[in-house]
């Protein structure tokens, strides 16, 4: 149910504090592409990050959200089909874009080299789509450009910039009589075009940040250099600064107060290159202070016209421009992943529509200012060096970067990979086929500096979702800040329905959450088929678990005892068969929801050997998320809430002066301290887990009880039991009852099995009169009337009987406590309330508050909703109690009867008997 783009992009992104200067800077954020990819194959994952995008398709029984997710269904009627798409989408969707081509930049794309301070990036990939979901040959083009940008120490000018495949490399460097550039180099006496050279050195330090070197102090450079202060000479203003590489000496300098150290060496083919520069400052006694670093690898990237990477090749280089394109088509087959080259790949939706996006192999990334801070830089993937910071942030699937470029306002799930995003075709409430795109997040106003508060607007709407369990049908879903929420069902009784594949089979009328002020948050969706044996619990979640009980008949008949607890404590329980649903459902608020359902495949072998197999699983939590109007959660609220949507506005001013701002759930806002504005929200990733849905057996929590031969008592009541109390009869019953009875309470008669199990449907005689049978929770009310002591028995196919002593007291000090009150109110006196409570927690030690009925329960305090009145004594009825005893016993007439029944029953076993051993003996022969 859940294949869908959880996400294609799961990027990290740092943010770290703007260079002063309003030039543009080599590399004030540095990116580096991990080579790892724990992600994996796209699937929907239980709370690991998963998969950035996963695109959900409605036939599959299957999750892979997230991310969620993330889920696959039916849009509601506030969720229309999305516009056409623009350079502000990071998904390519059939269903919201008509054109054909599409265009990834630095600000929708991750795996782009992008400096947010300074708006530098000139990475782009374009496409174009053809009808039989192909990209033909030479229809996808890789372009990247080279820019001439300053030096981070500005005094050393600057020099022309590339990016390729996200990383920052050198494209020239010109020395300063070079009039036709921008920027020059001061430290270079030559021109190093590398480009045209077939190499790219990559920059691995470039900062401004002053750095404070003692005598014989290391400082750490890229490549395994080692920048040392052997000697410092305050009188003569001089250093002796000391190059190493690999422990080995490569260089050393006498160095003056504002004059730089320049190491220089060959980069390929290109003769010494100044590779590290370091400007250096003043020097004092001790120590000297280091005011500006750049360094390039003297290991670069060799590139040539021709050269592959994966899918792409090199097809046109020259001195500021690098072009890669497909040599051969490219099939977008559905759920595929597509590794167009080392870093980057595309991923498919596994949906009818066709949509895909572009990520990068472990969709993360790194954006470091690069400088100098502690005396230390860390090493990244692949030997570079990135900067050491002090306030590093990683950002989770961003989405598309407001900035000068793109001014961006409003993010759907075509922009912002943290948002549910479903290309279809789905069925929506009108009977049209569309995409789900339900959720956005829109600035309605800001000013230089900050969105003021209620100017941030996040809107959510309800949309149909087929269960994982296909048969199932659909339930109402709404996403809200990440985490998958139940709306409500439809039921299916409902009339008017465009299409039965959006009813619920657990209601027949509709049920809609929103209006009830709250939603439930969606825990297990399981369509894949688990094999459970008799004894097994299965650990539901939120204090929930069901036991498999004891198989009873046999072969296609055969059914099985599936008990529900909380905390503990049996609360339901239901016998079924194959092919059929096991469902509780309790009361939220004010309306009864179906919270768990199992669907029962098959049921083999019998008793306590064999095999039940479960092919569907749904549960949701009764912890519920308030979206009544007015509800703050986080640093948004709820400013208002229809049938089928909830809006959310911001309760806080939102920064736009650098910072980041929590929003709601795992959604958050980060924008850039610029001379620019530069903003865009992302997933902030410790809140991701909230989203995790269980989607497979194997991550549910699975034991084995022993069932019944643990021995295992009840606690909470000991009524009298006269059952078998050695634990010799493996399937006895139980018949439990309350302490203290008085004339005219109401008696709850509870049957359970020897560990405690509730026995549903059990035959209740009284004296040997049939008065009853158990509920699905193994009661049994009865109207205490009239006094004196009754023999009751209980039987169920495949038990032994259970048997037990009721002893009716007359009026006493309980009765008369709440004398004058009817039996049925539970407000009325404490007596009868600790009774009524007494009853409803039959096998707990410890009672619910007053007037309280346990959850799960739909006793009500006289009587279950099944029953139109408590069952009756023999003797008596519910006009006249004490029946037509006087005294209060059972009628003697009865007691008579009684006895001659047991008289002729034995009589007729020993005439058997007998007749057995003298046909045996040959004294009599039986034609």
């Known amino acids: 149910m859940y294949n869908i783009i959880k996400t294609i992009h799961h990027q990290k992104r740092s943010i770290t504090k703007n260079d002063p200067s309003p030039k543009r800077s080599i590399i004030k954020n540095k990116c580096t592409i991990k080579t790892n990819d724990p992600a ?74 992008y400096n947010y301070s300074t708006g530098f990036g ?27 940008v300053s030096f981070a120490y500005e005094d050393w000018g ?17 020395d300063y009589d070079a009039k036709s550039r921008s920027y020059t180099a001061s430290f270079a006496d030559d021109d190093f075009s590398f480009l045209s050279e077939g190499v790219l050195p990559e920059i691995l330090a470039d900062s401004a940040e002053t750095v404070t070197l003692r005598k014989n102090e290391k400082l750490k450079l890229g ?90 090749k090199i097809t046109a280089l020259d001195d500021d421009m690098i072009v890669m394109t497909n040599p051969e088509k490219i099939s977008l087959k559905s759920q595929q992943t597509i590794d167009l080259t080392e870093n980057y790949r595309i991923i498919v939706s596994d949906s009818e529509n066709l949509a895909f996006t572009l990520r990068c192999l472990d969709g993360a990334r790194y954006i470091n200012e690069l400088n100098v801070s502690n005396a230390a830089l860390r090493p990244a993937s692949q030997d570079r060096f990135i900067g050491k910071l002090s306030d590093e942030e990683i950002f989770e699937k961003a989405g598309t970067v407001s900035d000068d470029s793109v001014r961006q306002d409003v993010w759907t799930g075509l922009s912002f990979p943290g948002f549910y995003y479903n290309a279809g075709p789905v069925e929506d409430d009108d009977g049209k086929d569309s995409d ?81 002020g709250f939603v439930c948050p969606i825990l297990i969706d399981i369509a894949e088929t688990g094999i459970c044996t008799p004894g097994n619990e299965i650990d539901l979640g939120d204090d929930y678990a069901v036991i498999i009980g004891m198989i009873s008949g046999n072969g296609s008949n055969n059914t099985i005892d599936i008990r529900l607890l909380q ?30 359902a199992l669907h029962i495949r098959d049921i083999t072998g019998s008793g306590k050997e064999g095999n039940v197999t479960i092919d569907g699983c749904f549960r949701i939590s009764e912890n519920v998320f308030d979206v009544s109007p007015g509800t703050e959660t986080d640093n948004m609220k709820v400013s208002g809430a229809g049938k089928s949507s909830v809006l959310f506005e911001n309760t806080k001013e939102i920064p736009l002066d650098g910072g980041t701002s929590h929003l709601i759930g795992s959604y958050s806002f980060c924008s850039i301290e610029s001379d620019e504005l530069c903003f865009f929200p992302y997933v902030s990733g410790s809140a991701e887990d909230e989203s995790d849905i269980i989607t497979t057996f194997q991550a549910l929590n699975i034991t084995k ?50 560990n405690g199990w509730f026995l549903a449907d059990a035959v209740i005689r009284c004296e040997g009169t049939e008065i009853g049978r158990t509920d699905e929770s193994g009661a049994l009310i009865l109207l205490a009337s009239p006094a004196g002591s009754y023999n009751l028995t209980a039987s169920k196919e495949t038990y032994e009987d259970g048997k037990a002593v009721l002893t009716v007291q007359e009026n006493g000090p309980a009765l008369q406590a709440v004398s004058g009150t009817d039996a049925s109110d539970t407000t009325a006196g404490k007596t009868l309330s600790e009774k009524i409570r007494g009853f409803f927690n039959r096998n707990t030690t410890s009672a619910p508050p007053e007037n309280e009925t346990p959850t799960g329960s739909e006793t009500a305090s006289s009587a279950p909703a099944a029953l139109t009145g408590p069952a009756v004594l023999p003797g008596a009825s519910p006009e006249n109690p004490a029946g037509s005893n006087e005294a209060g016993h059972l009628p003697e007439r009865a007691t008579i009867y009684g006895a001659l029944s047991v008289v002729m029953v034995m009589s007729s076993f020993l005439i058997l008997v007998g007749l057995y051993v003298m046909t045996k003996t040959g004294r009599i022969n039986i034609l």
């Open 223 to 312: 490549n395994n250099y080692t920048l040392i202060a052997e000697d410092i000479d305050k009188d003569n203003d001089e250093v002796v600064l000391s190059l190493k590489k690999n422990s080995k000496e490569a260089d050393s300098q006498t160095i003056s107060s504002d004059e730089d150290f320049i190491y220089t060496a060959d980069v390929g083919r290109v003769k010494d290159v100044p590779v590290i520069v370091v400007r250096v400052g003043s020097i004092s006694s001790n120590r000297v202070e280091i005011e500006g670093i750049f360094q390039i690898s003297d290991d670069p990237e060799t590139i040539k016209e021709g050269r592959k990477s994966n899918r792409l």
């Open 158 to 174: 600057g020099c022309s910039v590339i990016a390729w495949l996200g990383t920052p490399y050198v494209a020239s460097l010109s």
């Open 567 to 596: 905390n503990g404590t049996p609360v339901f329980s239901e016998e079924v068969g194959p092919d059929s649903n096991f469902v509780y459902e309790t009361k939220i608020g004010n309306v009864s929801v179906p919270v768990i």
């Open 705 to 754: 009880k022993d069932l019944p031969d643990d021995g295992q008592e009840n606690t909470g009541n000991t009524g009298a039991d006269t059952g078998a109390q050695d634990g010799s009869a493996e399937n006895e019953i139980r018949i439990l009852l309350p302490d203290q009875i008085f004339l005219n309470d109401k008696v709850t008669v509870t049957v359970t099995d020897k």
């Open 436 to 516: 789900v795109n339900p959720e956005k997040l829109s600035i309605d106003d800001m000013t230089s500096d900050a969105v003021p508060k209620g100017k941030m607007t996040y809107s959510a709407d309800t949309f149909s979702v087929p269960f994982s369990y296909g048969s199932w049908g659909s339930f109402r879903m709404i996403m809200i800040g990440g985490v998958p929420y139940l709306a409500g069902y439809t039921g299916s009784d409902t009339t008017n329905r465009s299409s039965a594949r959006n009813v619920s089979p657990f209601v027949k009328d509709d049920i809609g959450l929103i209006p009830e």
């Open 40 to 113: 994996g194959t796209p699937g929907f994952r239980r709370r690991s990050p998963g998969p950035d995008m996963k695109i959900i398709q409605s036939q599959t029984g299957r999750m892979l959200i997230i991310l969620f997710l993330l889920l696959a269904g039916t849009a509601s009627v506030s969720v229309t089909a999305s516009a056409s798409s623009d350079t502000s989408d990071q998904i390519w969707s059939e269903a919201a874009d008509p054109s054909s081509s599409f265009v990834w930049t630095p600000q929708t794309f991750e795996g782009f080299y």
């Open 122 to 148: 000139t990475e782009e990939i374009a496409v174009s789509v053809s009808k039989n979901r192909e990209i033909k040959a030479g229809d996808l083009e890789y372009t990247t450009t080279a820019d001439d």
